[in-house]
C-alpha cells in the first residue's frame, strides 16, 4: 500500500511560478515511478512529467517542456514539481501517482495509486 500526499497549490497570475510536492508514504521500495498528471474542468486527466525512483529517467509531456522541473528527495520521500511561467491554460488539479510496475509512464492507466489532488489556477 502507498498512500500520497499533494500540496503547494494555489492561485498565480501568467508568467508566476509554484512549486507543488508529493510525499509517499507506506511501501516506498515498491515505487517504480512518480509522475504527475492534471485535470481541468471537463477535459481528461493529462500526463504532465514523470521521474524514476531508482534510475531517476525524467519524462516531460510537450506542453510543459522547457517550463516545469520535475525532481526527487529519496531520503524525504518526495517528488517536487517546480512550474515556471505559468499559463492559464496550466490551470487544473494536480495529481501525483505512483506505479509499481515497468509499463508506461505518460498512461494514467498504468498507475496504482493517486493523491488528492492540488489546486493551481493561473489568472491572465
Known amino acids: 500500500q502507498v498512500q500520497l500526499v499533494e500540496s503547494g497549490g494555489g492561485l498565480v497570475q501568467t508568467g508566476g511560478s509554484l512549486r507543488l510536492s508529493c510525499v509517499a508514504f507506506g511501501r516506498i521500495s515498491s515505487i517504480y515511478n512518480i509522475g504527475w498528471f492534471r485535470q481541468a474542468p471537463e477535459k481528461e486527466r493529462e500526463f504532465v512529467a514523470s521521474?524514476?525512483?531508482?534510475?531517476?529517467?525524467?519524462d516531460y509531456a510537450d506542453a510543459v517542456k522547457g517550463r516545469f522541473t520535475i525532481s526527487k528527495d529519496n531520503p524525504k520521500n518526495t517528488v517536487y514539481l517546480q512550474m515556471n511561467s505559468l499559463k492559464p491554460d496550466d490551470t487544473a488539479v494536480y495529481y501525483c501517482?505512483?506505479?509499481?510496475?515497468?509499463?508506461?509512464?505518460?498512461?494514467?492507466?498504468?498507475?496504482?495509486?493517486w493523491g488528492q489532488g492540488t489546486q493551481v489556477a493561473v489568472s491572465s
Open positions: 501517482a505512483a506505479k509499481l510496475n515497468r509499463l508506461g509512464s505518460r498512461s494514467r492507466d498504468n498507475y496504482n495509486y
Open positions: 521521474i524514476g525512483r531508482d534510475d531517476g529517467y525524467i
